[in-house]
């Protein structure tokens, strides 16, 4: 999400007339988009600010050697919205701070600060809706993983409040762009080569449920769908010259028959969902005020699951919630078994003020959450190779990204599922096609092939 809130704000500077730095030695203005989520990331942004300001003070070791050109340094996103007026006295020599809603008025607190003017604060309202929500960078989706992949915002916001949870405090109410916008805004991004769109939520399968997305001016669903969201992923699936939709994050309540029958019927539409469930017990699930129990996880995951076998499920999960005990943690083990989760994402608890569950006491150790966390990651080691094992003398249909990392004679690029799958191109697939590639070995986290 903060990739393409960073990639929006870009863009709305490049369309002021601003030019992109090589570097950030090279760079006059630095903005620095913050994450709250856990404490360490917003320690993070906050240190990463701390250092830039101190450079453009000519303070400090990396000033005296690299001797940057940095004159404006800003701070956007969520920790802005949770410091408020703290910022400045975290951050005195900062020029100027927006919350998350507020990124539209980027460009021109921009001027101010070059006009001389600091200590610029902007806290968006709950319900605000920003400015520049469809700026993208001319290069298509840029700060994407590549220019043929772009992230599409649709939801903003949440109102689930969990009770662990501090989105919904910075980023405000539930707010679902019109339709008409988001198509819109795909169909340009396809016309300039993006192939492949994901589009973003906190709990995307709330589309148009708080806020209309639909109108009555609207033409009706070709397939009949009725919900929003179904409705926009067939909207988006009839674009001509977009290969793949997928989108992030989902809620166990939204996987209803209509978004089993989307996945099934749309062609476009990446056989893969992020369900984050975060724990396994139900008690403890009950706490986290998440809506849905074990029992109904696991039937939303069997549901997708005997629609495609192979069909990608990932997920999050928090270790040493207060009170976690051992029994618990071990439900979530058998509930990840169970599951049989692609990937998962563990994050040891992290208190957050203002949250129900910052009242109760952080009583699970450092040293135990990080075992959890450990035991979770090997547990889901050994399953990935499971799973991966299986697609092995399979035929995968690959958007080819470009040289993998490790070794530029290999190409990387996605499955369906959204599973990296290493190539060798042979001269025959270029950067943002599709290929075919035959999968002869597999990994935890990767699959490898040879063009079918
Ligand atoms: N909206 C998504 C959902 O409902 O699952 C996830 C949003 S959150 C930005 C991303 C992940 O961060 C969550 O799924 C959760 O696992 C983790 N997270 C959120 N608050 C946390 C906290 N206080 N401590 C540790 N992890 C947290
Ligand atoms: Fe946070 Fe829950 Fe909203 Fe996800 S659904 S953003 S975890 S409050």
């Given at each position: 999400?903060?990739?393409?809130?960073?990639?929006?704000?870009?863009?709305?500077?490049?369309?002021?007339?601003?030019?992109?730095?090589?570097?950030?030695?090279?760079?006059?203005?630095?903005?620095?988009?913050?994450?709250?989520?856990?404490?360490?990331?917003?320690?993070?942004?906050?240190?990463?600010?701390?250092?830039?300001?101190?450079?453009?003070?000519?303070?400090?070791?990396?000033?005296?050697?690299?001797?940057?050109?940095?004159?404006?340094?800003?701070?956007?996103?969520?920790?802005?919205?949770?410091?408020?007026?703290?910022?400045?006295?975290?951050?005195?020599?900062?020029?100027?701070?927006?919350?998350?809603?507020?990124?539209?008025?980027?460009?021109?607190?921009?001027?101010?600060?070059?006009?001389?003017?600091?200590?610029?604060?902007?806290?968006?309202?709950?319900?605000?809706?920003?400015?520049?929500?469809?700026?993208?960078?001319?290069?298509?989706?840029?700060?994407?993983?590549?220019?043929?992949?772009?992230?599409?915002?649709?939801?903003?916001?949440?109102?689930?409040?969990?009770?662990?949870?501090?989105?919904?405090?910075?980023?405000?109410?539930?707010?679902?762009?019109?339709?008409?916008?988001?198509?819109?805004?795909?169909?340009?991004?396809?016309?300039?080569?993006?192939?492949?769109?994901?589009?973003?939520?906190?709990?995307?399968?709330?589309?148009?449920?708080?806020?209309?997305?639909?109108?009555?001016?609207?033409?009706?669903?070709?397939?009949?769908?009725?919900?929003?969201?179904?409705?926009?992923?067939?909207?988006?699936?009839?674009?001509?010259?977009?290969e793949r939709?997928?989108?992030?994050?989902?809620?166990?309540?939204?996987?209803?028959?209509?978004?089993?029958?989307?996945?099934?019927?749309?062609?476009?539409?990446?056989?893969?969902?992020?369900?984050?469930?975060?724990?396994?017990?139900?008690?403890?699930?009950?706490?986290?005020?998440?809506?849905?129990?074990?029992?109904?996880?696991?039937?939303?995951?069997?549901?997708?699951?005997?629609?495609?076998?192979?069909?990608?499920?990932?997920?999050?999960?928090?270790?040493?919630?207060?009170?976690?005990?051992?029994?618990?943690?071990?439900?979530?083990?058998?509930?990840?078994?169970?599951?049989?989760?692609?990937?998962?994402?563990?994050?040891?608890?992290?208190?957050?003020?203002?949250?129900?569950?910052?009242?109760?006491?952080?009583?699970?150790?450092?040293?135990?959450?990080?075992?959890?966390?450990?035991?979770?990651?090997?547990?889901?080691?050994?399953?990935?190779?499971?799973?991966?094992?299986?697609l092995?003398g399979t035929v995968r249909e690959v958007l080819a990204?470009?040289?993998?990392?490790?070794?530029?004679?290999?190409w990387?690029g996605r499955d369906s599922g959204?599973r990296?799958v290493v190539f060798e191109p042979e001269?025959r697939v270029g950067?943002?096609e599709l290929a075919r590639v035959a999968i002869r070995?597999?990994?935890?986290?990767?699959l490898v092939g040879a063009l079918a």
């Open positions: 999400m903060n990739v393409r809130d960073s990639e929006a704000v870009a863009a709305m500077l490049e369309a002021a007339g601003h030019e992109r730095a090589a570097s950030e030695q090279d760079a006059e203005l630095v903005i620095v988009n913050s994450c709250t989520v856990r404490d360490m990331a917003e320690r993070k942004a906050v240190g990463k600010c701390g250092n830039l300001i101190a450079l453009k003070e000519g303070r400090g070791r990396a000033a005296r050697s690299a001797g940057g050109a940095v004159k404006v340094v800003g701070l956007i996103g969520c920790a802005v919205k949770r410091l408020g007026d703290e910022v400045f006295s975290r951050l005195p020599g900062l020029d100027f701070a927006a919350g998350p809603r507020r990124m539209g008025m980027v460009p021109r607190l921009v001027e101010r600060a070059l006009a001389g003017e600091t200590r610029i604060l902007e806290l968006p309202d709950d319900d605000e809706v920003p400015a520049g929500l469809d700026a993208h960078l001319a290069s298509g989706g840029a700060a994407g993983p590549s220019p043929f992949q772009s992230y599409v915002t649709v939801l903003l916001g949440c109102d689930n409040r969990c009770s662990y949870c501090i989105v919904p405090d910075v980023r405000g109410h539930e707010y679902s762009r019109p339709a008409r916008e988001v198509v819109a805004e795909v169909r340009s991004l396809a016309a300039n080569g993006v192939k492949e769109v994901c589009l973003l939520g906190q709990s995307v399968l709330r589309y148009g449920r708080r806020t209309p997305a639909w109108s009555e001016a609207d033409p009706p669903s070709p397939g009949g769908f009725f919900e929003p969201f179904p409705r926009l992923l067939e909207a988006l699936d009839a674009i001509p010259g977009l939709v997928r989108f992030t994050s989902a809620h166990p309540g939204g996987c209803t028959d209509e978004l089993v029958r989307a996945f099934q019927t749309l062609p476009s539409v990446c056989r893969h969902i992020h369900l984050p469930v975060q724990s396994g017990s139900d008690r403890v699930l009950r706490e986290m005020g998440r809506r849905y129990t074990r029992a109904e996880y696991l039937a939303a995951v069997a549901k997708l699951r005997a629609m495609d076998p192979e069909f990608a499920v990932t997920t999050d999960v928090i270790v040493g919630y207060p009170g976690e005990t051992e029994e618990d943690f071990e439900q979530t083990r058998s509930l990840m078994d169970e599951a049989g989760f692609d990937n998962a994402f563990v994050f040891k608890y992290s208190p957050r003020p203002g949250t129900r569950a910052a009242a109760l006491p952080d009583d699970v150790p450092e040293e135990e959450k990080e075992r959890r966390d450990q035991v979770l990651l090997a547990d889901q080691q050994r399953r990935g190779l499971e799973r991966n094992g299986r092995v990204e470009g040289p993998s990392l490790r070794n530029a004679a290999r990387s959204n990296i001269g950067r943002g070995e597999a990994h935890a986290q990767t």
